[in-house]
């Protein structure tokens, strides 16, 4: 079964810095993206950083400049460097796998538990 561990959550005042983590392991032949999703309260959940291929990057235009996402391949793991954070980073972040299972032709997307995020003073 595959699973996705995140960590590196907490609360952190405005203008400082976390670094979130998240490891896929299970039967997955490859993977195509890895990435990062979060949800405040009261709000849909939004994409906020991917990385496909391994190499491509994407932001969203809310976190661009600030935050920087990065993997490595050979633990199936991506990071998400968030600099400078703002109380309105204050969310649940969701990791978020597209992954190829044994045996299928089908990627699959695959999610973590959930990790908060709490930007105050």
């Known amino acids: 079964q595959v699973q996705l561990v995140e960590s590196g959550g907490g609360l952190v005042q405005p203008g400082e810095s976390l670094r979130l983590s998240c490891a896929a392991s299970g039967p997955l032949s490859s993977i195509y993206a890895m990435g990062w999703y979060r949800q405040a309260p009261g709000k849909q959940r939004e994409q906020v950083a991917m990385?496909?291929?391994?190499?491509?990057?994407k932001y969203a235009d809310s976190v661009a400049g600030r935050f920087s996402i990065s993997g490595e391949n050979a633990k199936n793991t991506v990071y998400l460097r968030m600099n400078n954070l703002k109380p309105e980073d204050t969310a649940v972040y969701y990791c978020?796998?597209?992954?190829?299972?044994?045996?299928?032709?089908?990627?699959?997307?695959?999610w973590g538990q959930g990790t908060q995020v709490t930007v105050s003073t």
């Open positions: 978020y796998v597209a992954g190829l299972p044994l045996n299928s032709e089908w990627y699959v997307d695959y």
């Open positions: 990385l496909t291929s391994g190499t491509n990057t």
